[in-house]
């Protein structure tokens, strides 16, 4: 077992621990090691460095350990527990800061909050509370005033601002999905908006629905140098070959421009797939489709992310990634 594998281990454990009994849960790392076939001194070698990295102390003498608020965090970051319990966790501290921005907003005069109140309007119960209070006051969100009562912090406002962004985009995403309000001509540019809108957020500078010498691109977006222009598309068919060709045309009519970005929610053609696999050599194009396209949506993957997987599987690999999957 490898020094990182063994300090998994012990994050994972203190993890578990901290989200069933409480963020102050301990445990005693000599009978842990012994129970899971871990040598002794690899054992603390590997608290030793996860201690140095600030995510465990020692509570008390005789090898009794608990997990920061900063290993907590780490576990989450790092994905080194099961999804679903980090999603969960992620939601409770949402709700109770939305629910803390809420009830000081609808009282201004009110510049602290009852922990009971809050957590009674935020619908949740007192463990979840309990388990997500530390790493809420430790992250610097909220801060205890009176050992009852708590605000919330200007960090903990920004958090609140863009989680409620998010949560308005997926919102207009679903209701394009619906048709609500939108005909099917208009929704195409209300995507283009939408994804304008999320790669504004990622901080790329981006122009929208640009037109310059007969050619029109939905969107020019770039950080530093890096130009991409993309091309939105949300039609009842999948997308073919031609629309490839169109972009390719658009991005080597500038120099400066790194590439092409096709999204489209109707999917692909294998002929569009192969197009853009055959002019790899000499442009870059890549595809987004319907499950990518949801992913940024929900927040489940940035759109800067997912172009640099695209990206890099076209480079180091010469593959076409589309929707997750390498075509």
């Known amino acids: 077992m490898t020094r990182e594998e063994i300090k998994d281990l012990i994050l994972r454990r203190a993890y578990l621990g901290a989200f069933v009994e409480g963020t102050k849960y301990t445990f005693n790392l000599h009978i842990y090691a012994s129970e899971n076939g871990i040598d002794n001194g690899q054992a603390w070698k590997a608290f030793d460095e996860l201690k140095s990295g600030g995510l465990i ?120 999905e619906k048709l609500e309000g939108v005909t099917e001509q208009q929704r195409g540019h209300l995507l283009e908006d939408l994804l304008a809108d999320t790669a504004e957020y990622e901080n790329w500078d981006v122009k929208r629905r640009i037109r310059a010498q007969g050619q029109e691109n939905d969107i020019i977006m770039h950080v530093g140098l890096h130009y991409f222009l993309s091309s939105c598309k949300w039609e009842e068919d999948p997308v073919q070959a031609r629309e490839v060709e169109l972009l390719e045309s658009r991005v080597r009519s500038r120099a400066l421009t790194n590439g092409g970005i096709l999204f489209s929610m109707s999917g692909f053609t294998e002929n569009c797939i192969e197009e853009v696999r055959l002019k790899m050599a000499t442009v870059l194009i890549v595809l987004f489709g319907l499950a990518d396209i949801k992913r940024i949506m929900r927040d489940d993957r940035s759109l800067t992310d997912l172009l640099d997987e695209k990206v890099d599987q076209v480079m180091n690999h010469r593959n076409v990634l589309v929707d997750g999957e390498v075509k």
């Open 57 to 176: 102390e020692e509570y008390a003498n005789g090898g009794i350990i608990v997990c920061t608020s900063a290993g907590l965090s780490y576990c989450e970051k790092h994905k080194i527990v099961d999804e679903a319990l980090i999603e969960y966790q992620v939601r409770i501290r949402t709700r109770l800061l939305v629910s803390l921005a809420d009830i000081q907003d609808k009282s201004p005069y009110c510049d602290m909050v009852d922990w009971e109140k809050w957590i009674r309007e935020a619908g949740v119960d007192n463990q979840d509370f309990t388990n997500n209070d530390r790493i809420l006051r430790d992250s610097g969100l909220v801060s205890r005033v009176t050992i009852r009562e708590y605000k919330i912090t200007p960090r903990g406002r920004e958090v609140v601002k863009d989680f409620m962004k998010k949560a308005k985009r997926l919102e207009d995403f679903e209701k394009l």
